[in-house]
């Protein structure tokens, strides 16, 4: 039966939020003591808290068990082909890689939606972990059947952790790891090849939009030229209309100064005559 509370502990202790997983933690141990089972609750007292990456994945697969159940599913499968790969044949190997490659991006999605390690979003760098153990669990059956019980630590594992399952002969384990590290890898190297298309591809775009930057840039170059052409036009119509206006003025002084001088003459004529 303390096996049993100490199991239970365990899976109320990795639910709890991310802030308050040491509180917690002490809390349970408490009670464990309390109940007089010192044993347990020094184990428990010793557990990891999960890194924000790890808290994440718990949190899904505890609050949205059908997306962390696809893709283990579907690393399930790909361990299955990877160890009767020359039975199975490249094809089958290549579908359960792209099944394992869709199942992941789907399962990141969720992550990026529905985790908040302490009421805060995951940054790109606790996706990229995320990502990194989803990897490590394609390779290590323990490590998934660790994420579908929501018990994933990145420190050493206690024993306690690991969730209940039947013994299995070690020559099979061994053999399942060596094909789970190869599905690993064929895993990796078929997400280095995504990766080196999608940098071909943004290379390319990258280039229509230097060019067209450039040709823009030389247009923008014409039109200032133009622009400043205009100005000076503008500023010479400018001083030739000043000019002009300047010229009017002094004509109508003059006119109106020799107005002046006819009247004056005329009027002395007048006198002289009279």
Do not use: C
């Not at 153990?133 to 019980?149: C, I, K, P, V």
């Not at 071909?200 to 923008?220: D, H």
């Amino acid at each position: 039966m303390a096996k049993d509370d100490l199991q239970a502990s365990i899976d109320q202790l990795y639910g709890a939020p991310l802030d308050e997983f040491v509180g917690e933690r002490k809390r349970l141990a408490k009670e464990l003591r309390a109940g007089g089972d010192r044993e347990a609750a020094d184990a428990l007292a010793k557990l990891p808290k999960p890194s924000a990456a790890a808290w994440a994945l718990n949190h899904v697969a505890r609050n949205e068990p059908d997306a962390v159940e696809e893709w283990a599913a579907a690393a399930d499968a790909l361990r299955d082909v990877s160890t009767r790969a020359s039975e199975a044949g490249g094809d089958a190997l290549r579908a359960a890689m792209a099944e394992h490659r869709d199942a992941t991006a789907r399962l990141m999605d969720v992550v990026g939606d529905r985790a908040r390690p302490g009421d805060k979003g995951l940054s790109d760098a606790m996706l990229d972990r995320v990502r990194t153990l989803l990897q490590q669990a394609t390779a290590d059956e323990e490590l998934a059947n660790r994420l579908r019980a929501g018990r994933v630590t990145e420190d050493q594992v206690p024993t306690e952790l690991a969730p209940q399952a039947q013994p299995k002969p070690a020559r099979a384990r061994t053999t399942k790891r060596t094909s789970a590290r190869d599905a690993a890898a064929d895993a990796r190297a078929e997400r280095r090849r995504e990766l080196e298309r999608r940098v071909e591809a943004t290379s390319r775009e990258a280039r229509r939009l230097r060019q067209e930057a450039e040709k823009r840039a030389a247009a923008a170059e014409s039109a200032r030229k133009r622009f400043e052409e205009a100005r000076r036009v503008l500023q010479r119509s400018e001083s030739e209309f000043e000019a002009a206006q300047d010229a009017a003025k002094d004509s109508a002084a003059a006119s109106n100064s020799a107005e002046r001088e006819l009247k004056r003459l005329r009027g002395l004529l007048r006198r002289s005559g009279g």
